[in-house]
């Protein structure tokens, strides 16, 4: 099922060059495609106290709509 904009997503891959890993959580604000037709969102990424730390472009397939039996959890992150 694809998420609806504005929802929170859980990113399902690491993405180490944006200090982004799985099971982080990211609101979803936009869909695009690239020039090579392959689709994208636009997400915003946050701490847990809600402090803004980043907005990226990611493909679509790294994301997943949570489930209701979906558990949160906390890593730290000194580059925030």
């Avoid at 944006?18 to 946050?46: H, M, Q, R, S, W």
């Amino acid at each position: 099922m694809k998420p609806k904009l504005f929802e929170e997503v859980i990113i399902n891959r690491d993405f180490p060059e944006y200090n982004i890993a799985k099971g982080d959580i990211a609101i979803l604000n936009d869909f695009v495609t690239d020039p090579a037709g392959v689709e994208g969102c636009v997400l915003e990424i946050y701490t847990a106290m809600g402090a803004f730390v980043t907005v990226v472009s990611l493909p679509v397939t790294s994301i997943e709509t949570l489930q209701p039996t979906d558990r949160l959890s906390v890593r730290s992150c000194m580059n925030v």
